[in-house]
């Protein structure tokens, strides 16, 4: 009989065992049919039974372990893409930190929907000073998707989800819900828990699907990333357009 200890033993060394199990099992079957031809055909009939049950149940747990490689090896793959996603994201980081121009900042961001979340139709929105309307800064084949560059925050999906700080997911099952021209997501940028901007993205390129739950951590890190990245970039801008100012008055005060 096979050995049941298998603390130490990996799958492909059980599945290995179970199949020369199997094998000896088969033969022994057919040589106790050679042996018993003129002996008591019920207790052959008995013995036959209790050796292909012997194999029914090895053949059920080759089944088992061979279902337990495919799913751990699916397992490898996932957390082989998460890796590389988040590696990727990780060095997309750095670049979005790298720069202080806001410009520049939102083009390193369109990029990474693009590379890393597959968006195909997007768009990166900003809260004005007052909180009160979101302004498209940048985006792809996102523009006839929106009645306006400029949304009210708390009104329709975009607003809302400026408004509450709520990521939103849509994933359309038919043409009719296609039509409904609603974002396949729309994720805040917040900081500090404070909204100041959407990521919005209407389409995927056609060799992806649907988002994987890869996706949606990639954006919600991303958002955070593109937050304290504009936010830095934004304050950056104000101070050195200020810094001018008080030069050139400086300036014009020496000339004096």
Avoid at 56 to 74: C, P, S, Y
Avoid at 109 to 129: K, Q, S
Avoid at 151 to 178: H, K, M, R, T, W
Wanted: with cysteine; aromatic share 4%; charged share 25%.
């Amino acid at each position: 009989m096979i050995d049941r200890n298998k603390a130490n033993m990996t799958s492909s060394e059980e599945l290995e065992l179970l199949r020369k199990e199997v094998v000896r099992l088969l033969q022994e079957s057919s040589d106790l049919k050679d042996k018993m031809a003129g002996a008591d055909s019920s207790r052959l009939v008995e013995v036959n039974h209790q050796l292909l049950q012997q194999v029914a149940e090895l053949e059920t747990r080759i089944q088992q372990v061979e279902k337990e490689n495919q799913d751990f090896a699916g397992l490898c793959v996932e957390v082989q893409e998460q890796n590389e996603s988040i590696t990727n994201l990780y060095v997309a980081s750095h670049r979005l930190h790298a720069t202080v121009k806001p410009d520049e900042v939102i083009k390193i961001i369109l990029e990474i929907l693009v590379e890393l979340v597959g968006a195909e139709a997007f768009g990166v929105f900003m809260l004005d000073e007052k909180g009160a309307f979101l302004q498209l800064m940048a985006g792809e084949s996102i523009e006839d998707r929106l009645p306006s560059r400029s949304l009210p925050a708390g009104e329709g999906v975009i607003g809302e989800v400026a408004a509450s700080g709520q990521a939103f997911y849509y994933e359309p099952q038919g043409s009719s819900e296609l039509e409904a021209r609603l974002p396949l997501a729309a994720v805040p940028i917040n900081m500090n828990g404070t909204p100041v901007g959407v990521i919005v993205i209407y389409k995927l390129l056609n060799q992806k699907s649907c988002f994987s739950s890869v996706d949606h951590q990639l954006l919600q890190l991303l958002a955070a990333d593109a937050a304290t990245a504009l936010v830095t970039a934004q304050l950056h801008q104000a101070t050195d357009r200020k810094l001018r100012t008080i030069e050139g008055f400086v300036q014009l005060m020496k000339s004096q």
